[in-house]
Nanobody, 122 residues
Framework: VQLQASGGGLVQAGGSLRLSCAVSGRTRGLAMGWFRQAPGTEREFVASISWSGGTADYADSVKGRFTISTDNAKNTMYLQMDNLKFEDTAVYYC?????????????????WGQGTQVTVSS
């Protein structure tokens, strides 16, 4: 399984961005997620979802503003980010694992994509 993240960029506070994560290889049984890391901080969990899309979980800091989803036909996972704040500025990584969704620890995932930079100007 290979993951390719894209969609980052520069946006003003209050604006929106949609990140994409293209998945090459198997998707059956995958659980997917997003993490982020700002300069000088620890990598943190953002959101997770089962590939079937039935259930999702979010960090408290993004709940109500971010939406994670999957598109089986396109083998792609998305992170819709609305009402962006300066503190959302970070490199965002997509991750995947075989097994249950909802894991919030980086090392519990089996596959990791390269990061995509999101910068929110205040």
């Amino acid at each position: 399984v290979q993951l390719q993240a894209s969609g980052g960029g520069l946006v003003q506070a209050g604006g929106s961005l949609r990140l994409s994560c293209a998945v090459s290889g198997r998707t059956r049984g995958l659980a997917m997620g997003w993490f982020r890391q700002a300069p000088g901080t620890e990598r943190e969990f953002v959101a997770s979802i089962s590939w079937s899309g039935g259930t999702a979980d979010y960090a408290d800091s993004v709940k109500g503003r971010f939406t994670i989803s999957t598109d089986n036909a396109k083998n792609t996972m998305y992170l819709q980010m609305d009402n962006l704040k300066f503190e959302d500025t970070a490199v965002y990584y997509c991750v995947g694992r075989i097994g249950g969704w909802g894991k919030m620890i980086w090392d519990e995932y089996d596959y990791w994509g390269q990061g995509t930079q999101v910068t929110v100007s205040s």
